[in-house]
């Protein structure tokens, strides 16, 4: 599963509601790629794939493919706002290794 802070599902529910389109999730996954070999990927999604992984937690619903699912069990998502920039940011316990901005892992 796959989990979504206070801070991330206000930031979320916001920026779903400015797109204006209905029925709206997160769409989370892993690809190849950035400085530690895989990196993170989050859209806002209104098509649910033949496979994906569906979850709701704090009021957010969360599709996942199921190959990016393997890598991301256990995650939770968090929103910051800090000086480092904006943005969502995924607390993965399965990473072993990860690149100073927090946008790529490995395992």
């Given at each position: ?15 779903m509601a ?41 009021g957010v ?24 920039g904006k ?21």
């Open positions: 599963m796959i989990t979504v802070t206070d801070t991330a599902r206000k930031q979320a529910i916001h920026l400015e797109d204006g389109k209905p029925n709206l999730f997160i769409r989370v996954g892993v690809e190849g790629g950035g400085c530690s070999g895989l990196s993170y990927q989050l859209t806002f999604d209104n098509e649910e794939k033949e496979g994906d992984k569906t979850f709701e937690d704090n619903k969360i599709v996942v493919d199921k190959k990016s699912y393997l890598y991301l069990i256990g995650t939770s998502l968090d929103y910051s706002g800090g000086l480092n943005g969502f940011v995924f607390n993965n316990p399965n990473a072993e290794r990860t690149c100073g901005c927090g946008d790529s892992f490995s395992i």
